[in-house]
């Protein structure tokens, strides 16, 4: 049976009731379930609900029709997308038994392109949806720790991980865009003989297609519907300083001062983790951190805004611990022990908009209050012990269900009690996202990640296709997090390269675990942990650091490009890297390069992503010329060249009639 109303199409047969309705420019969302009623919760969905869209329905086949797209609904309730054109986006996977009225295979399979099975004992279901594969590249999901750039072939897990984080929007070179709306745990096969999402615990099916003439008009309306990034504040678009970890509030100030000593511009400094006595506290230890006022006072002196730590994490030790346990603040465990392999802790339940306050009120209290407005949330997905998900529940549902909403909502609470205090221009920098996270000030990084070429490949393909994805504040920790010895001239040349390569992130900062490993300088509290060896510019010999120095300074004079960048990500929804193709999706060959990438629209960066490389191919995209900002040579689009990359420099290229001043010294 399918009927209209208004924007919508619907369909019911047996137990399932199919929902399709017009939702932002050229989209439709498309719901079903078989549990009897539909949820209308939105999750990343937020914005563009209502759109008038046309629909048809002819005896038993009905057509909606929202711009660039189309959705055709068969007989047997198999669904088919195209474009303005007529032409095929998408279609799913059906092997029932052919039927005279309708297109499909003459199969015994008796597969269905969706299928509801009962979670027993609950009114959930296990659902898979199947489409047909085709011939297509496939980008964006998050970020995975591999180093395939294009998708297509590769199995996704749906699920926060540390260093791993499911944003699941997709973008298809066949022209359209598919956000899978389920913040549960599953997974998503992009075979070459089927593509096939799946989710562990659902209520019902919800996704969103839209239609794009080119990758940068999909990304666009993904973020017209998901919400776009706020206009990010000057100093992130600088030098960011950070180490494993400064032990003491001298320690932190003479790394300052030596920066100011030197001239190199630092826009921001970081005190990491454990500067607290116990977990879930959300203060300084103040034996080693005594006058934060002060400290955040002369730092601004010289220029830098400062960074702290967050953790979700309360030990039983806490000063906070009874009253939010008490309250219902913490997660909860189907069974067993709630505590995490962090030590006797749990995690706040950043669900819960009650538990949500109350951190937040902590931090004001002991460190916004002290000028500090950047907050360093760590943590973020949470990190369970072997990421048990079946064994923890929320105030808002099952962790099966609902728990890629988790480092979203821990962005929010941030974000939210900052802006309650009037401050504009809000960041945090945060460890994991889910749709939406950009909406409030989510600056994410690749997590913990180690410290090596291979890992250098993985985060290039990780920064674009999380850009893709639409989280367009994005950095990585320059010269990875575990590992890394800073007298081991192997270790030097990949931090040379990732930090070169770092210089043309969304934001550059400087952050690992380096050996060899400093003892602890107390027994308790903001003591009691071990810190890294050194992990400043001048700690790795003079050779470094005069490359760091140049890219720093190089940095320094892009910075209103960067700005300009972040401008279009805020208003657009733009990534603020680039995979070629985004910015020529007319060149063919741009879909081939995968070594390459644009800051913004004007500035090409290839960089070195294996050891000892001292040459690069490079592709310069065709339609204009390319200046080498190197040595000033002007090249011709639309050829393959060889460059000289030594060691202190990556080909880099700006387009002609941009960015001149800019990247050249004056």
């Avoid at 297509?136 to 297509?152: A, P, S, T, V």
């Avoid at 839209?210 to 030098?239: L, R, S, W």
């Avoid at 909860?332 to 709630?338: D, L, M």
């Amino acid at each position: 049976m399918l009927w209209k109303e208004e924007n919508r199409l619907l369909r019911r047969f047996d137990r399932e009731l199919l929902i399709i309705e017009g939702f932002g420019e050229n989209g439709l969302r498309v719901r079903a379930t078989a549990g009897g009623f539909m949820d209308d919760s939105n999750y990343g969905l937020v914005y563009g609900e209502g759109h008038p869209a046309q629909v048809e329905i002819n005896e038993n086949r009905g057509r909606i029709t929202n711009g660039k797209i189309t959705c055709e609904v068969f007989p047997s309730g198999k669904l088919r997308f195209l474009n303005q054109k007529g032409e095929l986006l998408l279609e799913e996977y059906d092997r029932n038994r052919f039927r005279e009225d309708d297109e499909g295979f003459n199969s015994a399979l008796e597969i269905c392109p969706r299928t509801f099975r009962p979670v027993r004992g609950t009114d959930n279901f296990s659902l898979t949806v199947r489409f047909e594969a085709q011939e297509e590249r496939i980008y964006g999901m998050g970020q995975y720790q591999q180093e395939n750039l294009n998708l297509k072939g590769c199995i996704v897990e749906l699920a926060q991980r540390n260093s791993q984080v499911s944003v699941p929007f997709m973008v298809s070179s066949a022209g359209y865009g598919l956000f899978w709306n389920n913040p549960g745990i599953g997974k998503v096969t992009f075979g070459n003989n089927l593509t096939q999402w799946e989710a562990q615990s659902v209520r019902q099916m919800d996704y969103w297609i839209c239609a794009g003439d080119a990758p940068a008009q999909i990304v666009e309306a993904f973020g017209d519907v998901a919400g776009k990034a706020p206009m990010m504040p000057d100093y992130g678009t600088g030098f960011w300083q950070c180490k494993l970890r400064y032990q003491t509030q001298e320690e932190l100030l003479e790394v300052a001062r030596e920066y100011k000593r030197r001239n190199i511009p630092v826009s921001v400094i970081v005190i990491d983790y454990f500067h607290w006595p116990h977990q879930g506290d959300w203060c300084f230890d103040k034996e080693y951190w005594p006058d934060p006022a002060g400290m955040v006072r002369e730092l601004k002196e010289m220029g830098m805004e400062l960074m702290v730590s967050v953790w979700p994490t309360v030990e039983a030790g806490s000063v906070n611990y009874q009253e939010m346990l008490e309250k219902g603040y913490l997660t909860a465990s189907e069974a067993g022990n709630r505590m995490s392999h962090l030590g006797r802790t749990c995690f706040v339940d950043m669900t819960n908009p009650d538990a949500r306050a109350y951190v937040w009120g902590r931090l004001r209290e002991n460190y916004y209050k002290y000028g500090i407005k950047i907050f360093w949330l760590d943590e973020a997905e949470p990190e369970y012990t072997k990421y048990e998900y079946d064994n923890y529940r929320y105030q808002l549902g099952a962790d099966l269900e609902i728990g890629n909403l988790y480092p979203r909502e821990y962005a929010r609470m941030a974000y939210e009690g900052m802006e309650k205090e009037g401050q504009e221009g809000i960041l945090n920098l945060i460890r994991s996202a889910w749709a939406g996270s950009q909406r409030y000030g989510a600056l994410v990084w690749s997590g913990d990640i180690d410290s090596s070429f291979r890992s250098l490949r993985s985060q290039f393909a990780a920064g674009l296709n999380i850009g893709m994805a639409g989280i367009p504040w994005w950095t990585t920790d320059i010269g990875g997090f575990h590992g890394g010895n800073i007298s081991d001239p192997d270790f030097r040349e990949c931090l040379i390269r990732w930090f070169e390569y770092g210089a043309f992130c969304p934001v550059m900062r400087l952050h690992g675990d380096r050996e060899p490993h400093k003892e602890p300088i107390g027994t308790s509290g903001g003591g009691a942990a071990p810190s890294g060896a050194e992990n400043e510019i001048w700690s790795y010999g003079e050779e470094a650091c005069a490359i760091f120095t140049k890219y720093i300074r190089l940095r320094e004079r892009l910075r209103p490009y960067v700005a300009q960048t972040m401008r279009q990500a805020h208003e657009k929804g733009s990534p603020a890297i680039r995979t070629l193709f985004y910015n020529f999706p007319k060149d063919p060959q741009c879909w081939n390069v995968e070594d390459e990438f644009f800051l913004g629209d004007h500035l090409l960066v290839c960089p070195v992503l294996h050891e000892k490389e001292r040459v690069r191919n490079v592709y310069l995209p065709a339609g204009c010329r390319w200046r080498n900002i190197n040595d000033g040579r002007l090249y011709e689009g639309g050829q393959s060249l060889v460059f000289d990359a030594p060691i202190d420099s990556i080909p880099v290229f700006a387009r002609e009639g941009k960015l001149e001043e800019a990247v050249f010294e004056s």
